[in-house]
């Protein structure tokens, strides 16, 4: 997907507005299935509580910096969840933090990143407010393998999240980014229940954060799930 795509009933300006988004294949990987679950979320139960964008990003680091910056802009999101792919993973990862670093890795399209930061002045780490600890616990009550990790590397996947959490400390957004295994590890359809289930506890967490004006969240509201 080249461009960001809407949820097409969304049209109330009221609702908080919500970006997912995943990426395309890469060295050493062929099918990514981040991409997959950033066009599917929500596909059969889209929530009606939010607007919900959707967007597939090539792994490369010059067009991430341009598409999160547009994004963010033409949006302006108050949830940014990514989606990507940790080929070493064995469980589901809720990424708690970003670094201000870039690993001299070569992208989809065989560039560099050319500098050694991703936002110069940036400070060197950027945590998310949603309550991650809450989420994976969610996540295990449901039999999912979770876990909460404390980094998301230095390749493509850290230089978006790092972005979008310097744009959200500014906006009064939230950002979150859950890295999955690959689908010999964890079927496809396992990933999109989890993917689902972390949009909406963390649509929720983001509601209860702006009804009361509070800070970072330490837990979740209850829910009706058994």
């Avoid at 109330?12 to 679950?37: H, I, K, M, Q, Y």
């Avoid at 490369?60 to 994004?71: G, H, I, N, P």
């Avoid at 407010?129 to 969610?138: G, I, K, T």
């Avoid at 702006?210 to 799930?225: H, R």
């Amino acid at each position: 997907m080249a461009d960001v795509s809407s949820d097409p009933s969304a049209h109330d300006s009221a609702r908080p507005r919500v970006l997912v988004t995943g990426f395309g294949p890469f060295p050493g990987v062929a099918e990514n299935p981040s991409g997959w679950l950033a066009e599917r979320v929500a596909a059969t139960a889209p929530p009606t509580d939010c607007m919900l964008y959707r967007a597939v990003l090539p792994t490369e680091w010059t067009a991430v910096a341009s598409r999160a910056a547009y994004f963010h802009q033409a949006i302006r999101p108050r949830l940014m969840i990514h989606f990507g792919v940790q080929t070493q993973a064995t469980e589901i990862q809720l990424e708690c933090k970003a670094h201000n670093v870039t690993e001299q890795r070569p992208d989809a399209a065989g560039a560099h990143p050319g500098r050694p930061d991703v936002i110069s002045g940036g400070g060197d780490m950027l945590e998310t407010w949603l309550p991650v600890d809450a989420l994976v616990a969610r996540l295990q009550a449901e039999k999912f393998p979770a876990s909460v990790s404390q980094s998301c590397g230095r390749y493509v996947c850290n230089d978006l999240y790092f972005r979008s959490l310097h744009w959200a400390e500014q906006n009064g957004s939230d950002a979150l980014f859950v890295h999955v295994p690959q689908t010999h590890v964890l079927s496809l359809h396992t990933l999109l229940q989890a993917a689902e289930m972390i949009l909406q506890e963390a649509l929720q967490a983001v509601q209860l954060q702006s009804k009361f004006e509070a800070g970072p969240l330490d837990t979740l509201p209850p829910t009706d799930t058994p």
